[in-house]
């Protein structure tokens, strides 16, 4: 475990705090993230993935959900999200996560994007919103927004070769 947070612990505060916008928040949800990777660790599944992307998507989900509790709808209501911050922020957290060779597919993945198919993606990640309130956010009809959804998975789909 020791391992694990010293290699993890600055990318799952990094994840958090840019969805919380609350530094004293986010080291708080960190540590629930370890706490809960340690009670859950029988629940990881080698064979389905790495151990680094199970942990982030448990600190992903933790900062979501603080969002989603009154406590976060309280905070939400002080901060205003700046729309020009994109996951660029990240391209050094995300080369020592990753091997040279992923980073360089993700980059090449996420450069066929528009940037109105990457606002979706990250609303959705980051943000945990729904097509519909991605669309009230974005003042776009629905039907356009899943458009975008439905079109930057598929150009991901098929930078990735997954069916």
């Known amino acids: 475990m020791s391992d694990l947070y010293d290699r993890y612990s600055r990318v799952v505060f990094s994840i958090i705090l840019r969805i919380v916008r609350d530094a004293s928040v ?3 949800l ?3 993230t370890f706490l809960r990777a340690w009670t859950r660790a029988t629940e990881f599944d080698a064979g389905r993935g790495r151990i680094g992307p199970w942990l982030l998507t448990i600190a992903r989900n933790r900062a979501i959900d603080y969002l989603r509790s009154s406590a976060g709808q309280q905070q939400a209501n002080t901060f205003e999200l700046v ?3 994109r996951l660029t922020l990240f391209v050094h957290t995300e080369d020592r996560m990753l091997e040279q060779e992923q980073a360089r597919r993700i980059r090449s993945a996420f450069s066929k994007l528009t940037e109105n198919q990457r606002a979706v993606l990250e609303l959705a990640y980051f943000e945990g919103l729904s097509q519909s309130e991605m669309a009230n956010k ?3 009809p629905l039907g356009t927004v899943k458009t975008w959804v439905r079109t930057a998975l598929s150009t991901l789909r098929e930078s990735f070769h997954v069916a």
């Open 83 to 85: 729309s020009s911050e």
């Open 26 to 28: 986010a080291e708080e």
């Open 138 to 140: 974005l003042g776009q």
């Open 30 to 32: 960190a540590q629930e």
